[in-house]
């Protein structure tokens, strides 16, 4: 099985800041990865695909690269909307295994 | 408007069965994946299986291989995820999602509490 992890598992920041989180696999998934941010009581919320795809409406100040192995996820200034819990998942593993990461807290500084 | 509303929270006591539901609208139901993610209390997410509504391929997490069942009606675009001994564990929020380009529409959530 295909295993994700995160760092950091947590992060403050004050609105305004560059935050920068990264999704490791533990072998090779190409570019099929993806993030979700979710936010207190609500359903996780779809952020990039394929690793550096945007989905449709959302902001332009995320931004995903990466492949292989290791991926990272790009706040380019952070905004109040954006304190939340941001996973990573896998859809490499056939048949459909979609592991998530563990989730990374962003909270205010 | 593509939509995925899930059945609402359930109270159910240890042994007893449950079957929750997921309808989708909006879109062909038929062409998509759809998954089951189930996040317990103050936990991540984690993916329980997915099924193909079209013909019904199902495939399940090893970790929910037994424990669970995941199946669909097409002609009522819905799928199911179901219990047959419902244990304190299984206590949690369980999400469906579509799986397009990632999970890109998600349903709202079903709570379920299991407690004697």
């Known amino acids: 099985d295909i295993q994700m992890t995160q760092s950091p598992s947590s992060l403050s920041a004050s609105v305004g800041d560059r935050v920068t989180i990264t999704c490791r696999a533990s072998?090779?998934?190409?570019?099929?990865l993806n993030w979700y941010q979710q936010k207190p009581g609500k359903a996780p919320k779809l952020l990039i695909y394929a690793a550096s795809s945007l989905q449709s409406g959302v902001p332009s100040r995320f931004s995903g690269s990466g492949s292989g192995t290791d991926f990272t996820l790009t706040i380019s200034s952070l905004q109040p909307e954006d304190f939340a819990t941001y996973y990573c998942q896998q859809s490499y593993s056939t048949p459909p295994l979609f592991t998530f990461g563990p989730g990374t807290k962003v909270d205010i500084k | 408007e593509v939509q995925l509303v899930q059945s609402g929270a359930e109270v159910k006591k240890p042994g007893e069965s449950l079957k929750i539901s997921c309808k989708g609208s909006g879109y062909s139901f038929t062409s998509y994946w759809i998954g089951w993610v189930r996040q317990m209390p103050g936990k991540g997410l984690e993916w329980m299986g997915i099924?193909?509504?079209?013909?019904?391929?199902?495939r399940y997490s090893p970790s929910f291989q037994g424990q669970v069942t995941i199946s669909a009606d097409k002609s009522i675009s819905t799928a199911y995820l179901q219990w047959s001994s419902l244990k304190a564990s299984d206590t949690a929020m369980y999400y469906c999602?579509?799986?397009?380009?990632?999970?890109?529409?998600w349903g709202q959530g079903t709570l379920v509490t299991v407690s004697s």
């Open positions: 099924i193909y509504p079209g013909d019904s391929d199902t």
């Open positions: 072998q090779s998934i190409s570019s099929y």
């Open positions: 999602a579509r799986q397009g380009s990632g999970l890109d529409y």
